[in-house]
T-cell receptor, first 115, second 113 residues
């Protein structure tokens, strides 16, 4: 079927506003990951879902960041009270089971700009 | 913990030149190694991978060999094209502990005609 999709593709918001970023993984993939990619930087891990559970939230930078996944499918990353340093590309990836050795399939990303 | 170190970029080459991008790693357990490529404005996509020592991954003319003795997974291509211009990420997942992938910082490749 289709690959990983993310929406919106671009988001411009004002400092202090809340934003929601959406990820639709490949159908049947139980593992889902969120990453942040700042300009010229590598990938920063944010959170990992296995089904609807998040066994690893260690990468969330502050309590302004939260994420959920429902129905073992769609995931939403929410950033409350956005700050300028939140500006980045947010990437979502999924894999079949989350096991070592599996390929990750990435979405095109959401480019967030906080003014 | 796990870590991946890539050579700093950008790497600038002329078309048909030979490419090497170095990648070394530290890991617990038995890692699987990956190269992902990110074309401008897109997400990452798998280029190649190797899941055990001495395996060679290959795709689109790119190759990398999993060298356990030197903890390396260098990416090579014999003749680069302008269309290979992208950012290349080395990554690993390890069976020893969390399966969360560890990525290198990425190496930008610019190929001139």
């Amino acid at each position: 079927g289709a690959g990983v999709s993310q929406s919106p593709s671009n988001k411009v918001t004002e400092k202090g506003k809340d934003v929601e970023l959406r990820c639709d993984p490949i159908s049947g993939h139980t593992a889902l990951y969120w990453y942040r990619q700042s300009l010229g930087q590598g990938l920063e891990f944010l959170i990992y879902f296995q089904g609807n559970s998040a066994p690893d939230k260690s990468g969330l930078p502050s309590d302004r960041f939260s994420a959920e996944r429902t129905g073992g499918s769609v995931s939403t990353l929410t950033i409350q009270r956005t700050q300028q340093e939140d500006s980045a590309v947010y990437l979502c990836a999924s894999s079949p089971s989350g096991l070592a050795g599996e390929t990750q399939y990435f979405g095109p990303g959401t480019r967030l700009l906080v003014l | 913990g796990n870590s991946v170190t890539q050579m700093e970029g950008p790497v600038t080459l002329s078309e048909e030149a030979f490419l090497t991008i170095n990648c070394t790693y530290t890991a617990t357990g038995y890692p699987s190694l990956f190269w992902y490529v990110q074309y401008p404005g897109e997400g990452l996509q798998l280029l190649l991978k190797a899941t055990k020592a001495d395996d060679k991954g290959s795709n689109k003319g790119f190759e990398a060999t999993y060298r356990k003795e030197t903890t390396s997974f260098h990416l090579e291509k014999g003749s680069v094209q302008v269309s290979d211009s992208a950012v290349y990420f080395c990554a690993l997942t390890s069976s020893g502990g969390s399966y969360i992938p560890t990525f290198g910082r990425g190496t930008s490749l610019i190929v001139h005609p």
